[in-house]
């Protein structure tokens, strides 16, 4: 199993950023984490399959209809043992 952290940065916040990254890595099969961070930005923590976490990178770098993404940066982490997605 693969992990990685991505930070997106943009409008983020305020737009079901959060949730709507839940639903995706649910829909994918992922597990794992979506928080608001101080400075604005979203942290999205997710651990699956390689091709998941691919797929989820692709849509992180669009996100909801109302968000306006400027960059998305990614990370691999050591494998956790993350159960269901969480948000906060």
Request: aromatic letters at 6%; hydrophobic letters at 45%.
């Amino acid at each position: 199993m693969a992990c990685a952290r991505f930070i997106v940065r943009g409008r983020v916040q305020g737009v079901f950023f959060r949730a709507s990254a839940r639903e995706q890595a649910l829909r994918l099969g992922l597990s794992g984490r979506a928080v608001n961070l101080a400075d604005g930005s979203v942290e999205v923590v997710a651990c699956g399959s390689e091709e998941a976490l691919a797929q989820l990178e692709r849509w992180l770098h669009a996100g909801p209809p109302s968000a306006r993404v400027e960059s998305v940066r990614r990370e691999a982490l050591p494998d956790q043992a993350l159960r269901g997605f969480s948000t906060g």
